[in-house]
């Protein structure tokens, strides 16, 4: 007796759930009530019947027909379900329930999810080289007040490219410390500079600019070639 409950129990086959779906449902916009409608017509779809109707699906939750109604055709207007008609061999035309538009859309968030995560490795792996970067140009360790200043700038929009490039121009004016850094961000935010290009044209611009005031002021023998002091700006 018990071999043939068992037996029984096995003919009544699995379904098979992706796991993704299962864990993700809620975030595509699904809640447990459509994703059990979801389920139902996928297990009535592999037992021959493609074409359930809200009674048979309500028979098997706590809805009543009327609601299973309005969850399927909530889930028609989602995009996760789709009525098909197509011809039998007879030539008599039926309609059918099919869940492509369900696995295209688990196959869309998936990627989307992939590529939400590739950038959070993207982010930490370009907030680790920039602490390198640093480092290597100051020739040491950063202190926990430099780095907590680096990681703000990172938190206040400034794009990695824009904080490189303001860690050149200090290495270039010679002024090779956080609060003349600080400095440069605040002036090109300030005047919309976004780009590295912007920045690089920004600074010579003022570099010039001050290169023909020293001439007036400066002997010809004791010229140099001045930079630009954001700090004085």
């Not at 389920?39 to 493609?50: A, F, R, T, V, W």
């Not at 027909?65 to 969850?71: A, D, H, Y």
């Not at 680096?150 to 990695?160: K, P, Q, R, S, Y």
């Amino acid at each position: 007796m018990l071999k043939d409950n068992f037996l029984a129990w096995m003919k009544e086959g699995n379904i098979s759930i992706p796991s993704f779906l299962l864990s993700h449902y809620k975030r595509m916009g699904l809640n447990e009530l459509e994703l059990m409608v979801l389920l139902h017509i996928q297990h009535y779809n592999e037992k021959g019947n493609s074409f359930p109707t809200p009674d048979q699906i309500s028979e098997r939750m706590s809805v009543d027909s009327s609601q299973c109604s309005s969850l399927l055709r909530r889930l028609i207007q989602k995009g996760f379900l789709q009525i098909k008609e197509e011809y039998r061999e007879d030539s008599i035309l039926f309609e059918m329930y099919t869940l492509d538009p369900m696995y295209d859309k688990l196959l869309q968030f998936f990627l989307k999810v992939q590529n939400e995560t590739s950038s959070v490795q993207v982010e930490l792996e370009t907030e680790e080289s920039l602490y390198t970067v640093f480092e290597k140009e100051f020739g040491r360790p950063l202190s926990p007040f430099e780095c907590e200043t680096l990681a703000m700038w990172m938190e206040d929009e400034h794009h990695f490219t824009m904080i490189k490039a303001a860690l050149k121009e200090a290495v270039i004016s010679g002024k090779l410390n956080f609060r003349y850094i600080d400095r440069i961000l605040f002036e090109w935010k300030k005047n919309g500079i976004r780009t590295p290009e912007q920045a690089k044209t920004h600074g010579q611009k003022f570099r010039l600019q001050n290169r023909r005031e020293k001439k007036q002021d400066i002997p010809q023998a004791n010229k140099t070639v001045p930079f630009y002091n954001w700090l004085e700006q």
